[in-house]
């Protein structure tokens, strides 16, 4: 049978998602709780996360044959998965199924925090920023976001991906505020990102908040297809892979 799970996790002491020689990963724990149940599996993600990027709904999908319940399956799991990885949900599905394969749009949210100190209760999954950025400019150099581009402009060095072509379609910014500090959340969905794609789209927009560069400027980045002239690549940490969709 194949079976589908939804996964969360703080990312701040994983090295990523996949599975690696020796370093500590979410697929690595992951694989090794189902052993301990008794199910030796290969667990397939929707897509890596790097390093200290976190995920309140990754979805994966693992074969295995298992006389547990679905409903029963996430606590019989998490009882051998530490604090900082958990099951949320289960369900099974047809054998032609892949978590990967089959996503046809994922949604990630950047969150930041503008505050003259230093917050460590927001420090897991934020980013200190010490310069108030206008939501309004950003809100405005995101329209030139939304669509089909080639965004090799938002594309870290060192992947290897055939197209740089995606679709972002929609970012959402919201502001709120927490601890006496004013949160920025950055929601983007798009069928695909490429690597640190998102974190670099956050720091370009926090560079427009802050007057680094005009929303304009953005439009003519993309359309150069450069990465110098982009904003700096964000800190993993305010990262989190927020749903995964499949229709």
Not at 26 to 50: F, M, P, W, Y
Not at 72 to 88: E, H, R
Not at 157 to 168: I, Q
């Amino acid at each position: 049978m194949r079976y589908k799970i939804t996964v969360e996790y703080d990312g701040e002491k994983f090295c990523g998602w996949q599975r690696q020689l020796s370093d500590r990963t979410v697929q690595q724990t992951l694989e090794e709780a189902l052993e301990k149940l008794g199910i030796k599996t290969v667990v397939t993600a929707s897509g890596r996360t790097d390093s200290g990027v976190h995920a309140a709904g990754q979805v994966a999908h693992f074969d295995a044959e298992c006389s547990i319940p679905t409903d029963k399956f996430p606590l019989a799991v998490n009882a051998y998965l530490p604090d900082d990885v958990s099951v949320t949900e289960c369900e099974i599905v047809s054998g032609g199924f892949n978590a990967r394969f089959d996503a046809k749009r994922k949604t990630y949210c950047y969150r930041l925090y503008y505050s003259r100190v230093r917050h460590p209760l927001l420090e897991k999954n934020h980013t200190h920023v010490t310069v108030e950025p206008n939501e309004n400019a950003m809100r405005h150099a995101a329209e030139y976001i939304v669509g089909e581009h080639d965004f090799k402009c938002f594309e870290a060095s060192g992947s290897k991906v055939k197209s740089t072509v995606r679709t972002v379609y929609s970012i959402e910014i919201k502001t709120g505020e927490l601890k006496g500090a004013k949160t920025y959340e950055i929601y983007v969905t798009g069928n695909g990102f490429l690597y640190n794609m998102v974190r670099i789209i956050a720091g370009t927009l926090y560079y427009v908040g802050i007057g680094k560069l005009s929303p304009d400027d953005v439009k003519e980045i993309i359309k150069k297809k450069k990465r110098v002239g982009a904003g700096k690549t964000m800190p993993p940490k305010g990262l989190t892979l927020e749903e995964v969709f499949y229709q």
